[in-house]
């Protein structure tokens, strides 16, 4: 359920993250995660002003971009969960930005489909940073070269990298994922690759967003916060 005063108790959990790592609150942009969450509260966080949604799977995700889009609510959709190869058309019709790409081939297929429905495809390629062997995205060194064979492709355009913290109660095992994501993207930026930029850092959910701000998050990811635990 969407809650005002839960998008207010965010929005300040952010500012003072903000404040205490030194940097502008305008630096870092709010995604809401709305797996499991009804279109009625997506509605209700919009109307408060939330204008990013992220959705983690694309059967789950059409359903709710449709209604709302027949009701002329067209927020920016975000695909943040992991994409098998036969659902990547559909996510190309449906995402403004895919932020989960993991693998050559992936990006290859995504190429495809981009050029086919003649749209420039923002993407981030997401990495595992914590090494756990249960999470998605391309190990660090083979992000590297992730990034730069979609460089080559002229509908993909990267905008940045994602990650999930390390799963751990204690925050000295979770800042240095968030940390290593940043020097990647501080390497990747050094070699001046066409088509990539690191606009975007996507780190940090409700659990650990702060951690991710103090690291230079620019894009957090915060479902339960804001909607509630899921059932
Ligand atoms: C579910 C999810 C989130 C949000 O997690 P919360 O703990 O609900 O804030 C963020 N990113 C990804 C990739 C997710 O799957």
């Given at each position: 359920m969407f809650e005002a005063q839960?998008?207010?108790?965010?929005?300040?959990?952010?500012?003072?993250?903000?404040?205490?790592?030194?940097?502008?609150?305008?630096?870092?942009?709010?995604?809401?995660?709305t797996k499991t969450v009804a279109p009625e509260d997506i509605i209700a966080a919009c109307a408060h002003g939330l204008k990013i949604?992220?959705?983690?799977?694309?059967?789950?995700?059409?359903?709710?971009?449709?209604?709302?889009?027949?009701k002329g609510i067209?927020?920016?959709w975000h695909l943040i969960g992991h994409l098998q190869t036969n659902k990547a058309r559909h996510a190309v019709e449906l995402f403004d930005v895919i932020q989960s790409v993991d693998s050559a081939r992936l990006a290859?297929?995504?190429?495809?489909?981009?050029?086919?429905?003649?749209?420039?495809?923002?993407v981030f390629v997401?990495?595992?940073t914590s090494g756990e062997s249960t999470k998605?995205?391309?190990?660090?060194?083979?992000?590297?070269?992730?990034?730069?064979?979609?460089s080559s492709y002229s509908h993909l355009r990267v905008m940045g990298l994602m990650t999930i913290g390390a799963l751990?109660?204690?925050s000295s095992k979770i800042r240095p994922c968030f940390r290593s994501l940043r020097e990647l993207a501080e390497t990747v930026t050094a070699h001046h690759f066409p088509n990539v930029t690191m606009r975007h850092l996507s780190m940090g959910m409700t659990?650990?967003?702060e951690i991710a701000i103090a690291e230079g998050a620019t894009m957090v990811r915060v479902g339960r916060a804001l909607f509630g635990e899921r059932h």
């Open positions: 839960n998008y207010i108790a965010v929005q300040e959990r952010i500012a003072s993250a903000c404040q205490r790592a030194g940097r502008n609150p305008a630096e870092v942009t709010l995604v809401g995660v949604f992220g959705e983690n799977r694309v059967q789950e995700a059409a359903a709710k971009i449709e209604n709302l889009r027949q067209t927020p920016q290859e297929v995504l190429q495809r489909h981009a050029e086919a429905g003649r749209r420039m495809l923002e997401e990495v595992n998605f995205g391309a190990a660090p060194q083979d992000a590297f070269h992730l990034i730069r064979e979609i751990d109660p204690d659990n650990d967003f």
